[in-house]
């Protein structure tokens, strides 16, 4: 197991070496001056050419690459050119708002899921196998922005149950939770649907494994066949596809939290994209890749808990 950890983590390391290369490289040949944009177009050139020294934009690329580096490995992510305030102080204030709200989406997409998926594998051909993988087509086919402005529409609207857009803070918990209860839900339906067909798909094939013929020829019957032996071992592909969804869902949230005007990390970098605060946006990204990265690694460890056969092959 030390074996298998110590491959996965030195994949990780080289995984975040080579994404803070390209990140940084795209950020710095995307067109226009950030200086001469915070300006205006009647800027002087001496004007211009002090801020870009002040913005550290006149050095080298590689020693501006290394610099960034250096100061995030230190918890240093630079100074956000906009705000006049430190990324990492940034980052810190939104990050209560898309975290909570990614693991919210994440414990519904699950509390979903698991049961639609375990149903439709055991009444596999059924009506409410072809129900439930009805729902779930539909489910995938929808866009989640197009689901929120419907959740906005009927709950916020009409019914006025929730909110329809903002965040109030963690001062009072209830009031929180009960914003972010319409955005989880617009991400969480759609990443239930594919998590449970691949739920039910990852259990039909169990279910015609011979240790299921087995075990129910010493005298289980079909549901304790099923719940003993074939959903532990089912779910080794569905903890991949949770481990990606988690990440999505942190990190691909930027449409929804725009949709419900929420102060996360996707509406910071969607408002630092607007303004050309780009160091902003190369810190954050990098921040959700190591997010993506790390999850990925925590997911290979649980792989191989499951699976002790994964141990033995690294």
């Known amino acids: 197991m030390i074996r298998f950890a110590a491959g996965r983590l030195t994949s990780l390391v080289i995984s975040l070496i080579v994404a803070s290369i390209v990140i940084f490289a795209v950020i710095e040949v995307i067109p226009g001056d950030p200086a001469a944009f915070m300006l205006g177009v009647n800027a002087r050139p001496d004007t211009i050419a002090a801020l870009r020294a002040e913005m550290g934009l006149d050095q080298p690329v590689i020693q501006r690459y290394f610099a960034w580096v250096a100061g995030m490995l230190q918890g240093d992510f630079g100074t956000s050119w906009t705000y006049k305030t430190p990324v990492s102080d940034l980052i810190a204030d939104r990050i209560w708002v898309s975290l909570p709200l990614a693991i919210y989406a994440l414990a ?156 996360g990390l996707g509406r910071l970098i969607f408002q630092s994209i607007s303004a050309r605060d780009l160091i902003v946006v190369e810190s954050v990204v990098m921040l959700l890749v190591f997010v993506v990265i790390v999850v990925n690694f925590l997911v290979d460890l649980a792989y191989a808990a499951v699976d002790p056969r994964l141990r033995t092959k690294s």
Do not use: C
Not at 151 to 175: E, K, M, Y
Not at 185 to 192: C, F, K, S, V
């Open 108 to 263: 519904l997409s699950t509390l979903i899921a698991f049961p639609a998926g375990i149903y439709a594998a055991s009444r596999r051909g059924g009506a409410g196998d072809t129900a439930i993988m009805g729902a779930t087509q539909l489910g995938v086919a929808i866009p989640n922005f197009w689901f929120a402005m419907i959740l906005v529409l009927i709950f916020a609207i009409n019914l006025r149950w929730f909110s329809a857009g903002g965040f109030p803070g963690w001062d009072n918990p209830f009031q929180a939770i009960k914003s972010l209860t319409l955005p989880a839900i617009a991400l969480a339906l759609p990443q239930a649907a594919i998590l449970a067909r691949v739920m039910r798909s990852s259990l039909l094939d169990m279910l015609g494994e011979d240790f299921i013929r087995t075990a129910r020829a010493k005298g289980l019957t079909q549901r304790q066949a099923l719940w003993r032996h074939a959903v532990r071992n089912a779910l080794i592909p569905v903890l991949t596809i949770i481990g990606l969804q988690f990440s999505f869902l942190l990190a691909g949230g930027i449409i929804i939290e725009q949709v419900f005007f929420l102060p």
